[in-house]
């Protein structure tokens, strides 16, 4: 299939720097790109995205070395500049990595000459309230997790949208997930994989105690408020970072982000349900077989 986008002048080619060897790959593309006559710079993903203002952000194409987290980290440092990703898998299989890195060549002349589509995808904006006054906000490209701390008791969960009432939990947690993030954390608690595309919010319980026990997919215009009560410790998480104690009677409210994460893409929409069939033949002990047994 050919695409006919705007070819990127300007490259940025970052990478995960825990992953062995992956230095020398960043020298091999770094230096591919410039010998075609592409203005590209290099530079190394820092563990918290907030530490990440020196890297340059007037780039048209960021090229991710590493793995899904490494797109997560990525995605949090320039998605609210607008700026389209193209993964490189270093490393393990990836639901957001396309290219793995013995076809880099390849894509990357698709992508210096215009082959291409920009894929959008839905993110979250979370607001951590107490007592009324938010404490921390966060853009989410995954989810956002609200669960019980070092103490293994369920926490009870209120969850109300648009101002009115949902359903309680008794569970380990709950999340709050995009389309791109049902195929992380929402998978393994048994969660539905929706399609990236899809502009909806997941609802997935962790270990329900008589409690609701099946997902809920709400529309992206719908405003929800989870709110937390427990005699001890519970925390918040978005996207994997490190964790948030919250209080009981604490809340945070979860609604569709204004921006979207964008994803370099050279195959057509069908390649999201190839690489979930070569995930379940790769990981046959998850349940999810290709032969449905």
Known sequence: MTYNAKPPQKLL???NPSLPGVEELVVQVTNWLIERGVSCEEGFLPEDPANADDLPTRVDVVVVLGGDGSILRAGHVYTPHGIPLLGINVGHFGFLVEINEHEWRDKLTLLLEGAFR??????LS???CREG??????DVINEVVVCRGQYVRPIEICVSMD??????YIADGLIAATATGSTAYALAAGGPILPPELRNILLMPIAPHFSMDRAVVL?????TCIE???RHEAVISVDGMDPVFMNSGDKVRVTANKTALKMIRFQDRGYFYR????????????????NGK
């Open 13 to 15: 080619v970052l990478a």
């Open 118 to 123: 920009v894929e959008e995808r839905m993110m």
């Open 126 to 128: 979370a607001e951590f």
């Open 133 to 138: 006054e938010v404490q921390r906000q966060w």
């Open 163 to 168: 101002e009115g009432y949902l359903t309680n």
């Open 219 to 223: 529309d992206e215009g719908t405003s």
């Open 228 to 230: 937390v009560h427990s």
């Open 275 to 290: 690489n979930l069939a070569l995930y379940t033949e790769s990981h046959p002990l998850t349940g999810l077989k290709a």
